[in-house]
């Protein structure tokens, strides 16, 4: 522990799993008081529970990203109990049904679009205006590699992603004069409940996704978490509208 984040609030979405479990356990190590931010109410209390027992500082609220009145409410909830917010990470997401574009339904691309891009960009658009008032923050949004590259049978998610990187850019270059830093993290596929699929796969698919990654494994949530905190963090002061693969080289092909 560095103490990078002491005292900072520090929300995450999509908490309660994976990549923003860690990121979020992460960040309290770092003494921010982390906003542990998700649907799954349960798994949630989980991770606030972990991070107690490590003896951070957390708390849980219950947020559907794809819901803008529920997104406005824990926001509310968050400035209520803080008032202010000085780290985000937009993380909340969904693989989808991994189709191919002829056989993806309307109601597939709409719930991809709605958590992975609407839930990313009503987050943004709240932490930018509480941000803005108080003199600045981080903002971390999570893409992915399938944000950078083509993604196969995956083009409704590889389109969400590839917007977050675009937002995540536009976003930077608006508010740069402003003390708002936002970034966003690409990983490449990481060994999370998402990806647990991948663990049992017999078609190959596993084998040839992980020849992808130069480094001849999948990633742990926890080397996002690290890239999420530093992001976050004054270290990465002169950093700002990047889009950090952390994807074992995947990217550098
Ligand atoms: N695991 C990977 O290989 C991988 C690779 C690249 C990018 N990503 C991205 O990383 C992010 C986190 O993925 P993960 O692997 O940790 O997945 P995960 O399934 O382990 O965790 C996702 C979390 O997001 C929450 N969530 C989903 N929809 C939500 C909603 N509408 N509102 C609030 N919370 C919601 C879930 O409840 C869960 O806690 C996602 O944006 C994903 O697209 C993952």
């Avoid at 219950?62 to 803008?68: G, L, Q």
Wanted: hydrophobic content about 45%; some cysteine; overall charge negative.
């Amino acid at each position: 522990m560095k103490n990078l984040l002491t005292d900072k609030i520090a929300l995450v979405t999509g908490a309660a799993s994976g990549i923003g479990r860690a990121s979020a356990i992460a960040m309290a190590d770092e003494g921010a008081i982390v906003v542990v931010a998700d649907r799954d109410e349960s798994a949630g209390h989980t991770v606030v529970e972990e991070i107690t027992a490590r003896e951070g500082n957390a708390v849980f609220i219950a947020m559907d990203v794809a819901s803008r009145q529920s997104v406005s409410q824990g926001f509310d909830q968050v400035i209520g109990q803080f008032g202010r917010l000085d780290c985000a990470f937009n993380n909340a997401g969904i693989a989808g049904d991994n189709h191919l574009i002829a056989e993806t339904t309307d109601e597939e691309w709409d719930r991809l679009i709605g958590i992975n891009l609407t839930g990313v960009w009503s987050c943004l658009r709240r932490e930018i205006q509480e941000m803005l008032p108080r003199g600045g923050g981080a903002i971390v949004n999570t893409a992915s590699v399938a944000g950078l590259v083509g993604w196969r049978a995956g083009a409704a998610y590889s389109a969400t992603k590839h917007a977050v990187v675009g937002l995540t850019r536009s976003a930077a270059l608006d508010y740069a004069r402003h003390g708002i830093r936002i970034n966003a993290v690409c990983p490449g596929v990481i060994q999370t409940p998402m990806a647990a699929a991948l663990e049992t796969d017999t078609s190959g698919v596993r084998e040839r996704l992980i020849r992808r990654h130069p480094q001849g494994r999948f990633g742990q949530a926890e080397e996002i978490a690290a890239a999420v905190v530093w992001l976050c963090s004054e270290q990465s002061s002169f950093t700002n509208g990047h889009t950090l693969a952390v994807d074992g080289g995947y990217t550098a092909q």
